[in-house]
């Protein structure tokens, strides 16, 4: 059950709007705190820059992933879902953290915008996992 390089590139299309998303309300969230004040354009960058930047290590940890049958017989198992996911949150986590760094110049901000994405990030990471699971499109 390997999954076609269609299957992979759809997965990061889907996975990156959710995670953009997520990023854009997180960012202007912790930004508007720190600062007292909304700050759209700082989350929008953040936001803009990981759509690219994000996009391409998903698609490079997908297909990475696929090149493994661990865990992956005839249906995909929650630890193999999980282990994923943990791996793509570190690196994702780096990334995030790298962007917001570049786009703020605030240490503070930067740091407070990746560790709640390790959360909330996990989370929806592991669900949209787990709901592709259910789809044999893009399989061979």
């Known amino acids: 059950m390997i999954a076609t390089r269609s299957r992979s590139l ?5 996975w990156r709007a ?13 930004i508007s705190i720190y600062s007292n004040e909304i700050q759209w354009q700082a989350a929008y960058y953040i936001a803009f820059l990981e759509i690219i930047t994000k996009s391409i290590f998903y698609y490079v ?4 992933w696929n090149k493994f049958n661990w865990q992956r017989t005839n249906s995909v198992s929650k630890l193999r879902s999980f282990m994923k996911a943990l791996t793509w949150r570190i690196l994702a986590t ?3 953290f790298l962007l917001s760094f570049i786009v703020t110049q605030e240490l503070k901000w930067a740091t407070s915008i990746a560790l ?3 959360l909330t990030k996990a989370i929806l990471y592991y669900l949209h996992e787990r709901g592709w699971n259910k789809l044999n499109w893009g399989r061979s």
């Open 61 to 64: 940890h997908e297909r990475i």
């Open 116 to 118: 709640f994405e390790i």
């Open 18 to 30: 959710l995670g953009t998303t997520d990023t854009f309300v997180l960012s202007a969230v912790i």
């Open 10 to 14: 759809v997965k990061a299309i889907t």
């Open 94 to 96: 780096v990334d995030t």
